[in-house]
């Protein structure tokens, strides 16, 4: 299984330019493992918007915004024929730094992988590591730390 890199995820997404016409965009698609990205911009404000599908189901929307905080938005794990897998997604904070992003196990062997968070369309981050882990920390360099639950995938 191929852990993406920033250039592989960026080849695939790009920041949306600004038109006048920003009412219909085209729809990007990525497909990492059971889960598909689909980034698209449009409507009167032209915002980004980053859709998280798993099996073909929405899991999560989300639009950009300037306000409230950006923190992590979603987190999930899956073990099946594909593999062992974990992801976690999120708004890139005002700063536009992308947050350190850590996949932590539980159990005897309370390993930890490092994940790198990478830009997606500009106005999210994604990261993507092999291995079910049950809890993800994001850290944040302008605000606070967030550990999440990862959910299991169906």
């Known amino acids: 299984m191929k852990i993406l890199t920033d250039g592989d995820i960026e080849a695939f997404f790009r920041s949306p330019s600004s038109t006048t016409d920003a009412t219909v965009r085209a729809e990007t698609r990525l497909t990492i493992g059971?889960?598909?990205?689909r980034s698209a911009a449009g409507g009167r404000r032209c915002r980004a918007a980053l859709e998280v599908y798993e099996h073909g189901e929405l899991l999560d929307v989300l639009v950009a915004s300037s306000l409230g905080r950006a923190?992590?938005?979603?987190?999930?794990?899956?073990?099946?024929?594909?593999?062992?897998?974990?992801v976690a997604w999120g708004r890139i904070p005002a700063s536009g730094v992308l947050p350190r992003v850590t996949f932590l196990g539980h159990?005897?062997?309370?390993?930890?992988?490092?994940?790198?968070?990478?830009?997606?369309a500009g106005s999210f981050w994604f990261a993507?590591?092999?291995?079910?882990?049950?809890?993800?920390?994001?850290?944040?360099?302008?605000?606070?730390?967030?550990?999440?639950?990862?959910?299991?995938?169906?």
């Open 34 to 37: 059971r889960w598909e990205l």
């Open 71 to 86: 923190l992590p938005c979603g987190a999930r794990r899956a073990t099946g024929d594909a593999g062992r897998e974990s």
């Open 107 to 120: 159990g005897l062997r309370r390993r930890h992988c490092p994940a790198p968070a990478v830009s997606v």
């Open 128 to 154: 993507h590591v092999a291995g079910s882990f049950p809890r993800v920390l994001v850290e944040a360099v302008d605000g606070p730390s967030v550990l999440l639950r990862c959910g299991r995938a169906s």
